[in-house]
């Protein structure tokens, strides 16, 4: 094997000028297939943030809900009859809504922010700043703000760490209200939401007045410990009428995370892109190697004339792909990683680099690679010292 190796790459570094063609093909593919897993990951990370940041075993959901920025609501009695079960500790209310909030330094700029309402007797948030603010929510018309909301919606969080409160208003369905912000908490932006409000239920209802009252977005349902949360889950299905969906959290994650990458045009978008980064690396890669083959066609079938087999000059290709791969990986490695912090600070979305990730991509990038190699040696197959000399 590594008798072999000087070979290949001797006939790389020849033609310094097309090695460095065929590494930017490279390059390239690999840059655009990081950058479209990023995203899309980033896409669902930021979706089920807010799940994830729930305290709670089992959730209620109506069956009509396809995500948290399309949620239905259902009567708040079927939270109230899962009480009826043993193995309940607490259940909570938790409602969900957009409102447009009114930059208070322009005063004139209407953005929408989700506003998430919940009952404060439970601490059902493991959200950064919001259990801290429990009792400043208790007062009227209070929110607490999210301090990684897009800049758009002003300069909240500087100008409340100098204040400690900022006024401003949020409008609902022509209802304007006007609020102090009294806290910070840590949410973070996805691609349904720009920004973000937390809420008592009570404050929530004021805000949404036209809301139809006594109906819920989310039932949280905390069981007690050592609980089967599964056969909890059947107990309740045949116990609840069907227009509520008793869900575990992960079922609640992966109900979000289903919606983004099926129900939606943006999951097939960003594996296109992938697929696409493939195909131009493919590409490269092939016209390289085979402008090679055929410029050391002679020396090929010399060598076939010597004896030597067609495996043979097939691994010398293949060495030559799999050098060109693991060249062009590194540098698009690097390029996706500074890349990466460009596009968190941009957008604000949890786009980082991940260990599984990084070795995915530079599998798909070997193969990429073997399959252009592959395809430019078949030239190989009939190359007859005869009619070449």
């Known amino acids: 094997m590594f008798r072999k190796l000087p070979i290949a790459w001797l006939q790389l570094r020849y033609q310094k000028v097309r ?8 390059i390239f593919a690999v840059v655009i297939i990081f950058m479209q897993l990023g995203i899309r990951d980033a896409l669902f990370d930021s979706a089920v943030r807010l799940h994830k940041g729930l305290e709670g075993d089992c959730f209620l959901i109506s069956p009509r809900s396809t995500s948290l920025i399309a949620m239905e609501t259902f009567s708040e009695r079927r ?25 208070p330094e322009t005063r004139n700029y209407w953005r929408n922010l989700y506003v998430i309402g919940f009952d404060l ?28 909301s897009r800049s758009e919606f002003g300069p909240i969080v500087s100008e409340f760490e100098q204040k400690k ?9 022509g209802n304007n209200r006007k609020i102090d912000v009294v806290g910070l908490f840590e949410l973070g932006t996805s691609f349904g939401s720009d920004g973000n409000l937390m809420v ?66 943006i999951g097939f978008i960003f594996n296109l892109g992938v697929g696409l980064g493939l195909i131009v690396g493919m590409v490269v890669v092939y016209q390289i190697l085979y402008t090679n083959v055929s410029e050391h066609l002679p020396e090929y079938a010399t060598l076939k004339a010597m004896g030597y087999r067609h495996k043979y000059l097939l691994s010398i290709v293949l060495q030559q792909a799999l050098f060109i791969s693991i060249l062009g990986y590194i540098p698009g490695l690097l390029i996706s990683i500074f890349q990466y912090e460009i596009t968190k600070k941009a957008t604000l979305l949890p786009v980082e680099m991940t260990f599984n990730r990084a070795i995915f991509v530079i599998i798909a990038t070997i193969i990429m690679c073997f399959i252009s190699g592959a395809t430019a040696v078949s030239k190989l197959k009939s190359a007859d010292p005869a009619d070449i000399f």
């Open 121 to 148: 007797r439970y601490r059902i948030f493991n959200l950064p700043g919001v259990n801290q603010n429990i009792e400043a929510l208790k007062i009227p018309d209070t929110v607490l703000f999210d301090r990684n």
């Open 19 to 26: 090695l460095i063609v065929a590494l930017s093909g490279v």
């Open 165 to 173: 409160t900022v006024t401003t208003e949020v409008n609902s369905r």
């Open 200 to 265: 008592s239920h009570v404050n929530f209802l004021r805000i949404f007045s036209n809301r139809k009252k006594g109906f819920i977005d989310v039932g949280l349902i905390k069981l007690k410990p050592e609980i089967d949360i599964q056969k909890f889950i059947k107990q309740a299905e045949n116990y609840l009428p069907p227009d509520v969906k008793v869900l575990s959290k992960q079922q609640f994650i992966q109900f979000e995370k289903n919606y983004w990458q099926s129900s939606t045009a």
């Open 79 to 103: 939270l109230d009859q899962v009480l009826a079960f043993a193995e309940v500790d607490f259940v909570a209310p938790i409602y969900l809504d957009f409102a447009q909030w009114k930059n």
